[in-house]
């Protein structure tokens, strides 16, 4: 029985690929991207986090990891629901925990995976990310929107991550599971994985939608931890095999890949593989939400939106380019 790490099921999504979708995100990846929409995703194994915006500060989780896991770093003042204030930790008066929350960070090193910190926590403050599943229970919450797939002008399965691709045996496994059910499927990948096992899921994909973050090498490696030798060259392996419709996606990223420079070489890029079109996907400003509520870093300014001026600017380099952008989700 094959069985992977599942972090969501999301159903009725409408920009990943043709139709309405279910898209299914498969746990791991081997880049490291700063700017991961999905942090909690990055890890290949089901992993406990802190969302401290549900603590009451009970304190039920003292010296309840076998490990001394958990460390306090922060207690903040909490009324009327809305975080007020910062404490030194310890400083609080017992009468007063009622109102207060505290930031737990989990020391990955350390944590053994026991959920005794899940189990004893009575305000579901600490969350598991990462569900192992067969791949016939995914299949079978996929196949209940079959209907929906029907009606919807090519909709299906989408996988996504993480890279789906980090699981290569239930990835394909899911794949051929979809399309023997007759459903519509598309591989949302940044397509560092050896041509090998990428192109023997493409036998069982409709739709690859393929990441482009960075064009510059040294940039790319700087900001996802790897080369895009091999990204590049999977690229144009996936056009020179055909059977698969590709669709390029950039995520456009403040600082990191949005200067004219990098999009005039995207877009040459993407007109070398014979491309017509691509798909950008904007800044989204609310991303770093996540990093906040489970006590992670983020190096970006949360809420703050991408200017729409600078995002005109960037479709124009394609359209110039003779590519017809498509703007998904801003």
Known sequence: ????????????????????????????????????????????????????????????????????????????????????????????????????????RIDKGLCLGCRQCVEACPQAAFVISGEIMTVDEVIEKVAEERLMYENSDGGGLTLSGGEPTAQPEFCLALLKAAKEKGINTALDTCGYVRWDILNEMLDYTDVVLFDIKNMAPKAHREFTGVSNDLIQENARRIIARGGVEM????????????????????????????????????????????????????????????????QERIEEIFRANGLKPNRLGG
């Open 1 to 104: 029985m094959i069985t992977g790490v599942v972090t969501n099921i999301q159903y009725f999504t409408m920009f990943d690929g043709p139709g309405i979708r279910t898209t299914v995100f498969l746990k791991g990846c081997r880049l490291n991207c700063r700017w991961c929409h999905n942090p909690e995703g990055v890890r290949h194994y089901p992993e406990v986090f802190h969302l401290w915006s549900n603590c009451n500060d009970c304190g039920q989780c003292d010296n309840i990891c076998p490990t001394g896991a958990l460390q306090v770093v922060e207690r903040l003042g909490h009324e009327g629901g809305v975080v007020t204030g910062g404490n030194a930790p310890g400083s609080i008066p017992i009468e007063n925990r009622d109102k207060m929350v505290r930031k737990i």
């Open 247 to 310: 669709r390029v996606r950039i995520p456009v990223i403040p600082g990191i890949n949005d200067s004219a420079e990098n999009m005039e070489k995207a877009a040459e890029f993407i007109c070398a593989l014979g491309l017509k079109a691509v798909d950008i996907l904007p800044f989204h400003p609310w991303a770093g939400q996540s990093y906040r509520l489970l006590g992670l870093d983020y190096p970006f300014t949360v809420g703050e939106w991408y200017p729409g001026e600078k």
